[in-house]
T-cell receptor
């Protein structure tokens, strides 16, 4: 089924570890986005990409980095995780010149 | 850039009542306005959207209205049910090859049985 997939769903890691959150979509969408969502509900855009080899920083400053080497894949990496990175990370994709996003199920990250 | 404000931040209604959530946007060039529903522990899902050439759109118990002059749009849920309890997000976009949605801060709707 065409969808957007995030792994892992839950992750608990120690401070200082390097982690990569995976996001893949099988819908052929050209645009992909990463959001950070805390229990306070608001969606904060941290990275986005309009196509292969295109990445931009979002509205919320983040210490994470992203890459877009393949259309379907948009991983997010934290080089050295800290407790302040504890949050839910949502990946989304979109297509064309207008329209809504499809969101993934999210990765809930806890840094201890 | 675009700024979207959403009110109220929390809303509690009795089952069967109507619920209204309002959003305002700042960029008059915005022409696409989706609404997302996020149930507890789940992903946001698109429930209805409206484009600027339409003033109202309905889908069963859900409707969205748009006032381009005033730059505001609203979500209306009639005959609310407990399963309508969720966080609702509005968003706005002006389209183009590099479009992105600007989201409101969300409204936590609780429908009491």
């Amino acid at each position: 089924e065409a969808d957007i997939y995030q792994t892992p769903r839950y992750l608990v890691i120690g401070t200082g570890k390097k982690i990569t959150l995976e996001c893949s979509q099988t819908m052929g969408h050209d645009k992909m986005y990463w959001y950070q969502q805390d229990p306070g509900m608001e969606l904060h855009l941290i990275h986005y990409s309009y196509g292969v080899n295109s990445t931009e920083k979002g509205d919320l400053s983040s210490e994470s980095t992203v890459s877009r080497i393949r259309t379907e894949h948009f991983p997010l990496t934290l080089e050295s995780a800290r407790p302040s990175h504890t949050s839910q990370y949502l990946c989304a994709s979109g297509h064309g010149t207008q329209g809504g996003y499809t969101f993934g199920s999210g990765t809930r990250l806890t840094v201890v | 850039g675009e700024n979207v404000e959403q009110h109220p931040s929390t809303l509690s209604v009795q089952e069967g009542d109507s619920a209204v959530i309002k959003c305002t946007y700042s960029d008059s060039a915005s022409n696409y306005f989706p609404w997302y529903k996020q149930e507890l522990g789940k992903r946001p899902q698109l429930i209805i959207d409206i484009r600027s050439n339409v003033g109202e759109k309905k889908d069963q118990r859900i409707a969205v209205t748009l006032n381009k002059t005033a730059k505001h749009f609203s979500l209306h849920i009639t005959e609310t049910q407990p399963e309508d309890s969720a966080v609702y997000f509005c968003a706005a976009s002006k389209g183009g090859s590099n479009y992105k949605l600007t989201f409101g801060k969300g409204t936590l709707l609780t429908v009491n049985p």
